[in-house]
């Protein structure tokens, strides 16, 4: 990815020739580890946080965390967001002296409108298991969902299901789960399931925010 894409049409051509390298596998069951994902801006938008964690699977107790601070590596482009982001995360997963098993994104794989969204962006990128679990829907609809915590309705686009709107936490809104790489969603799911034992976000998703918006502030 050097140099990194300056244009809509390069972000769009390397779009297109990392998409074709997602691999489909089942993925890690029972990861020892794993890292949690995020970037958060000031309020001007011209600064960046950008943060991974990476926690034991088994107590959710921090093993490792490295943080970046930058600038947007890419103007806003919608479909092309994660050209922003991506340059930051991958320095700041380079500082890690823990390798996650698997990595989980503020955002969405699968669940995007040209099938490659930040978390497939990353997963290709290090070859690790990676998907995203994002609070809002990109795109795809679905069927109502179970009130029950567990309960799932496959996100559907175009008729092709890009992943699973997962009910987390009890009467508590649903959050958006799809692949990314070398992970399916059933697997992708159960692990959200197990990192959202208490809050409707994963702990991943919510130790990485944490860590990024203190860079900010």
């Given at each position: 990815?050097?140099?990194?894409?300056?244009?809509?049409?390069?972000?769009?051509?390397?779009?297109?020739?990392?998409?074709?390298?997602?691999?489909?596998?089942?993925?890690?069951?029972?990861?020892?580890?794993?890292?949690?994902?995020?970037?958060?801006?000031?309020?001007?938008?011209?600064?960046?946080?950008?943060?991974?964690?990476?926690?034991?699977?088994?107590?959710?107790?921090?093993?490792?965390?490295?943080?970046?601070r930058?600038?947007?590596?890419?103007p806003?482009?919608?479909?092309?967001?994660?050209?922003?982001?991506?340059?930051?995360?991958?320095?700041?997963?380079?500082?890690?002296?823990?390798?996650?098993?698997?990595?989980?994104?503020?955002?969405?794989?699968?669940?995007?409108?040209?099938?490659?969204?930040?978390a497939?962006?990353?997963?290709?990128?290090?070859?690790?298991?990676?998907?995203?679990?994002?609070?809002?829907?990109?795109?795809?609809?679905?069927?109502?969902?179970?009130?029950?915590?567990?309960?799932?309705?496959?996100?559907?686009?175009?008729?092709?299901?890009?992943?699973?709107?997962?009910?987390?936490?009890?009467?508590?809104?649903?959050?958006?789960?799809?692949?990314?790489?070398?992970?399916?969603?059933?697997?992708?799911?159960?692990?959200?399931?197990?990192?959202?034992?208490?809050?409707?976000?994963?702990?991943?998703?919510?130790?990485?925010?944490?860590?990024?918006?203190?860079?900010?502030?």
């Amino acid at each position: 990815m050097q140099p990194w894409p300056r244009t809509e049409e390069e972000a769009l051509a390397a779009q297109d020739l990392l998409r074709g390298r997602v691999v489909t596998a089942p993925g890690p069951a029972s990861p020892a580890t794993v890292a949690g994902l995020d970037v958060a801006y000031d309020d001007s938008g011209d600064r960046l946080g950008a943060a991974v964690v990476v926690l034991n699977t088994e107590d959710l107790s921090v093993r490792d965390t490295a943080v970046i601070r930058g600038r947007p590596a890419f103007p806003y482009v919608p479909g092309l967001f994660a050209f922003r982001e991506v340059p930051a995360l991958m320095a700041a997963l380079e500082k890690l002296t823990v390798r996650p098993d698997v990595l989980i994104c503020d955002g969405h794989g699968l669940a995007h409108p040209r099938r490659f969204g930040l978390a497939a962006h990353l997963g290709v990128l290090t070859d690790l298991p990676s998907f995203g679990v994002g609070k809002t829907r990109l795109i795809g609809a679905w069927e109502p969902v179970g009130e029950g915590r567990g309960s799932r309705s496959a996100l559907v686009d175009d008729g092709e299901t890009v992943g699973a709107v997962l009910r987390t936490q009890t009467g508590v809104k649903p959050v958006f789960v799809s692949v990314g790489h070398r992970i399916d969603l059933d697997t992708a799911c159960a692990l959200t399931l197990r990192l959202a034992a208490r809050y409707r976000l994963p702990e991943t998703t919510r130790a990485a925010d944490r860590v990024c918006r203190d860079l900010l502030s």
